[in-house]
């Protein structure tokens, strides 16, 4: 996806100016967000239902557009409180509501007036708005508000770029340890992330593989309705919704069944919350471990203290002291490593520290290759046991 596409829907009858304007003021401007790495820019797109006449065609560009769009923009003129038949406004605004059911609109208010229609209303009480002049001010400069048309296009970009980033779960997140995201690709292994909305913003190979994609670009936006394991897609998404609401903000090593494209799998799924510099919580990231046909063991160690772990013949008979098993817990739970060391009452520089040695002992180069490492040897089921 070159561009960030936005969908403008509105009431021809009153509401045209303010729609054209509106798409003048956010076509090709750029918008920069972020995964704590990489920082990426690219121009709105914005698409205007500029059309009068309905036709077959035209309801299939509609939907077409609605589906690739990031961000809905229902401008709320008077006419819009009312449903007509044929309404294209409505059919718009119904094929949010239905498709992209955790998506709120950004809603332009003429004026600050009540004019938001009853089924967005009743759906998101609490969708943004942004006031603008009303439709019959031609002369958008002239309006009674203390904002200049610069300062509310401003106003506007800004909330179009808010939602992007939301959708995206590409605000500035936390920066850890270098690898501490790294996404392998190793036997058995299958990760992913999920902005708020429950749409897939990253993947590693095998995940896309699974749900029958060629590649994780190819999963970018899509949610667990467009899986082989849709008839589970509720069942996941209650359980990423616990896990952002902090209910239960983390799952470890929890005992699923997983639908893949090919077959159905035994798996054990770790999963935590993908979280802001601040502590905002925009989405969940996880992985889960294929171990069909594997016999599943109880875990060797208490949760809340860890002996000496001795690691095996394979590492040198080495063994992991209590706080680097306890630091080893963290990584495999994708726990940053500053939230790790407030978690233990070390410093940063203390967990950095152990982390290099359990790095070495596990004879591995990134934090990837330690997760990978780990699941291979069987110290998770050692250090969590199943759930």
């Known amino acids: 996806m070159n561009e960030l596409p936005i969908f403008i829907s ?21 918008i920069s967000y972020s995964d704590g790495t990489l920082t ?18 035209w309801t ?10 990031l961000v809905y923009i229902v401008i709320c003129s008077p006419g819009a409180k009312t449903q007509f038949n044929e309404d294209w406004l ?8 239905k498709n992209r059911v955790s998506v709120s609109p950004i809603l332009i208010t ?40 610069s300062e509310r296009a ?19 997140l936390t920066k850890e340890t270098p690898d501490q995201t790294h996404e392998v690709n190793v036997n058995g292994l299958y ?21 029958g994609f060629d590649s994780p670009h190819a999963m970018i936006m899509k949610t667990d309705d467009d899986m082989p394991w849709r ?61 069909t046909g594997k016999k599943l063991v109880a875990n060797e160690t208490s949760n809340a203290t860890i002996a000496d772990l001795n690691l095996g013949e394979q590492f040198g008979s080495v063994s992991l002291s209590p706080v680097e098993g306890d630091i080893l817990k963290g990584i495999l739970r994708k726990i940053p490593s500053g939230k790790i060391a407030s978690d233990l009452s070390l410093t940063r520089a203390e967990v950095d520290a152990h982390i290099v040695a359990i790095m070495s002992k596990l004879q591995c180069k990134t934090l990837g290759d330690v997760i990978s490492t780990a699941i291979g040897a069987g110290l998770p089921l050692r250090l969590f046991g199943i759930e």
């Open 90 to 97: 409505y059919f718009e605004m119904h094929w949010w509501i």
């Open 110 to 149: 003429p004026c600050g007036q009540d004019w938001i229609p009853a089924p967005i209303k009743e759906k998101w009480p609490s969708a943004q708005t942004i006031d603008i002049p009303s439709p019959g001010e031609v002369d958008y400069v002239k309006n009674k508000s203390n904002l200049t048309l």
């Open 231 to 291: 008839s589970l897609a509720d069942y996941f998404r209650a359980g990423d919704q616990k896990v952002m609401d902090a209910e239960s903000p983390e799952r470890t090593h929890v005992h699923e069944k997983e639908i893949m494209v090919d077959r159905v799998a035994d798996i054990l799924v770790t999963e935590n919350q993908i979280l802001t510099n601040t502590g905002h919580c925009i989405g969940v990231q996880g992985y889960f471990v294929d171990i």
């Open 60 to 69: 299939h560009q509609l939907e077409k557009e609605l589906a690739r769009a």
């Open 191 to 211: 990760t992913w992330k999920k902005n708020k909305y429950f749409q897939y913003i990253n993947c590693n190979e095998n995940y896309a593989r699974a749900a």
């Open 154 to 172: 401003s106003l506007i970009l800004e909330g179009v770029s808010l939602k992007v980033r939301q959708q995206l779960g590409c605000d500035i």
């Open 40 to 57: 990426t820019s690219k121009p709105i797109s914005a698409f205007l239902d500029a059309y009068t006449l309905p036709t077959d065609n």
């Open 10 to 30: 509105y009431r021809k009858d009153d509401a045209r100016s303010i729609a054209f304007w509106l798409k003048d003021s956010l076509d090709a401007r750029i």
